[in-house]
């Protein structure tokens, strides 16, 4: 089984950047035809994409963040990370990763000086 598992820093001042890793056991970041994504939820809000890379190292982002985020994976950790710059609160989320069908748990990021 596969097993997703975040981990945030909490609590993000604004403008700074947020940095995420979500660390894979059970399956492979690099298994052909997989793609590992970064999925947030803000309080009161419903799930939005924000970006996946994958097998093969290509990157995809959802329009409205593609200027803020980066994504990339450490294959020799089986683990892909998350980079989203200037954070402001409307950034405060749970963010999971998710990947063949699997959720991590998520972890809760707020934005706050």
């Known amino acids: 089984q596969v097993r997703l598992q975040e981990a945030g820093p909490g609590l993000v001042k604004p403008s700074q950047t947020l940095s995420l890793t979500c660390t894979v056991s059970?399956?492979?970041?690099?298994?052909?035809?997989?793609?590992w994504s970064w999925i947030r939820q803000a309080p009161g809000k419903g799930l939005e994409w924000m970006a996946a890379?994958?097998?093969?190292?290509?990157?995809y982002f959802a329009p409205s963040l593609q200027s803020r985020t980066s994504i990339s994976r450490d294959t020799s950790k089986n683990e892909f990370s998350l980079r989203l710059e200037s954070v402001s609160s409307a950034d405060t989320a749970v963010y999971y990763c998710f990947g063949r069908g699997y959720w991590g748990q998520g972890t809760r990021v707020t934005v706050s000086s």
């Open positions: 890379i994958g097998y093969d190292g290509a990157r």
């Open positions: 059970g399956g492979s970041v690099t298994k052909p035809n997989t793609f």
